[in-house]
T-cell receptor
Framework: GAGVSQSPSNKVTEKGKDVELRCDPI?????LYWYRQRLGQGLEFLIY????????KSGLPSDRFSAERTGESVSTLTIQRTQQEDSAVYLC???????????FGPGTRLTVL | EDQVTQSPEALRLQEGESSSLNCSYT??????LFWYRQDPGKGPEFLFT???AGEEKEKERLKATLTKKESFLHITAPKPEDSATYLC????????????FGAGTILRVKS
């Protein structure tokens, strides 16, 4: 595709439910990143993948958060037992190599009621 | 302690009134400094990458510069369509491959 795509664009869920957020990176980009943007705050790093491996998971807030990547393409971020503080925009980015510019998708806005 | 600080938090300009946004950083071992533009409800849009002090990049009305402690985004004769949040981010040896972002500067350009 022409750019990074994410789905769904919006997700409203009830506290305690599990959610899955999907990211399709730019074709050929080997590195994929997840960030979180809370209302009025800067972007926070969550995790990144090089190929299908995740060398850096240091930003995942708790063990309720997990992510996987398959086929060196699509990635899924899963949040189990969602809490209200998980409400944020979840952004995915990709790059064709390390230590260069990352290109972002439009984000998934998650609202936990 | 914030590693990336952007100022001002918000800036209002009249169309044609040039100004600069600041991004200061305290990381050691800078690998790259990145500027993004973010419109409401959208993901950040890449603008520039700067790798070493003294480097400059230009695109239309925007010019980014880098020193050892800070970067400036100069906006010359801005137009209303330049209104957005401008984000600065750094990559550093101590952080690995992740970007560490500042809080952003909200720019409003009035006609």
């Amino acid at each position: 595709g022409a750019g990074v795509s994410q789905s769904p664009s919006n997700k409203v869920t009830e506290k305690g439910k599990d959610v899955e957020l999907r990211c399709d990176p730019i074709s050929g980009h080997t590195a994929l990143y997840w960030y979180r943007q809370r209302l009025g705050q800067g972007l926070e790093f969550l995790i990144y993948f090089q190929g299908n491996s995740a060398p850096d998971k240091s930003g995942l807030p708790s063990d309720r958060f997990s992510a996987e990547r398959t086929g060196e393409s699509v990635s899924t971020l899963t949040i189990q037992r969602t809490q209200q503080e998980d409400s944020a925009v979840y952004l995915c980015a990709s790059s064709w190599a390390l230590f260069i510019e990352q290109f972002f998708g439009p984000g998934t806005r998650l609202t936990v009621l | 302690e914030d590693q990336v600080t952007q100022s001002p938090e918000a800036l209002r300009l009249q169309e044609g009134e040039s100004s600069s946004l600041n991004c200061s950083y305290t990381v050691s071992g800078l690998r790259g400094l990145f500027w993004y533009r973010q419109d409401p409800g959208k993901g950040p849009e890449f603008l520039f990458t700067l790798y070493s002090a003294g480097e400059e990049k230009e695109k239309e009305r925007l010019k980014a510069t880098l020193t050892k402690k800070e970067s400036f985004l100069h906006i010359t004769a801005p137009k209303p369509e330049d209104s957005a949040t401008y984000l600065c981010a750094v990559q550093a040896w101590e952080y690995g491959n992740k970007l560490v972002f500042g809080a952003g500067t909200i720019l409003r350009v009035k006609s």
